[in-house]
């Protein structure tokens, strides 16, 4: 099977977020409803680096582990219906380590991988890279409702 890329406008299909917290740039399915890699170009105008911090822009962990949400849901959302947007709702999160900090001119590559899934409810592990050193993991709970 062929990966498939999508950029921007095709993300903004299928999820409802919008600027300044749709946090995924491009993805590339790997296999449909299944698993793939999203990517996060990491700049200096990001409005939160206003405030995080303004000497030392270090990009926050929880929006680390949004742009982690938003890669799975739509990585999960490509194994249903693709002309409506999914409404993929985020249950939980677990086992979260940072290892690295992520600040501006950084590419976050986000990889994840469904794991388990029962009836509507999907779990997926998701490991974020810069370059080749992980920065971030955790598993993610959804619901696709």
Do not use: W
């Not at 590339?28 to 822009?57: A, L, S």
């Not at 086992?95 to 029962?118: M, N, T, W």
């Not at 955790?138 to 696709?144: F, K, P, S, Y």
């Amino acid at each position: 099977m062929e990966s498939q890329i999508y950029k921007i406008n095709d993300i903004m299909r299928i999820l409802p977020h919008r600027y300044p917290f749709l946090l995924v740039d491009q993805i590339e399915v790997i296999n449909k409803g299944e698993e793939g890699i999203g990517y996060k170009n990491v700049t200096m105008n990001e409005p939160f680096f206003q405030g995080h911090f303004p000497d030392n822009p270090i990009m926050p962990g929880v929006l680390q582990i949004e742009a982690m949400a938003q890669t799975a849901g739509f990585i999960i959302a490509t194994g249903f219906e693709q002309d409506k947007k999914a409404n993929v709702l985020f249950m939980g999160v677990d086992k979260v380590k940072f290892r690295h900090q992520v600040i501006p001119g950084d590419r976050l590559e986000i990889h994840a991988k469904k794991i388990k899934a029962h009836r509507n409810v999907f779990v997926c592990e998701a490991k974020a890279y810069v370059g080749q050193n992980l920065v971030c993991e955790a598993i993610l709970t959804a619901m696709v409702n």
